[in-house]
């Protein structure tokens, strides 16, 4: 008698769990199942780009830095080779040169950050074992980028010091780095640009 009850049970168990599970299924076909979430599209290579396109190519440097302030500069010679990456958003810039008589390389990275509406980059280089930061707008009217560079002087110490490039054609460019002394703004350092054909 007590076997009879335990097989009626499981009999009655399984039919109820079929029937749940059919209705389950029935319910999954009818209810489409919830679309994963959709990856925002890839950014895309704007207007702004355009500048940093057209910075493309290798360029030969005369390089005048002026240290101490108001002496005549110390003149080399350097090379700047510059490339796009990252679907276009991104211009990759190696520098090589000398510098009091040592040999000089950096590396630089720049983009437009659409959230700053700013150009944003990056600097390292054979001088330093900080990263150097830049921000700056550019004035297509004039054709020049104004704006900052923060990251450790000769000494080491950290200053931000103002940066202006100046596109003078097609193929010629001026970049100057500037400090602040006794409330004036002062060049330290000047590399004027010509790209080689």
Known sequence: ??????LIAVAAFGLVAGAISAQ???QDKKTPAAPAEAMPPLPQPGP???VLKDDVGTWDATVEAFMPPGAPPSVSKGTETNRITGG?????SDFKSEFMDQPF???GVMG???AKKKYVGTWVDSMSTTVSQSESTYDSAKKTFTGWMEGPDE?????KTKAVTEVKGPDSKVFTMYRVME???VPTLRITYTRRK
């Not at 000494?155 to 200053?159: A, D, E, F, I």
């Open 48 to 50: 702004e780009h355009q």
């Open 183 to 185: 409330g004036k703004e």
């Open 155 to 159: 000494t080491g110490k950290t200053v």
């Open 105 to 107: 390389e950096g590396h």
């Open 112 to 114: 437009w950050d659409p």
């Open 24 to 26: 389950e299924k029935a």
């Open 1 to 6: 008698m007590d076997t009879k009850r335990v």
């Open 88 to 92: 276009g958003l991104w211009l990759v």
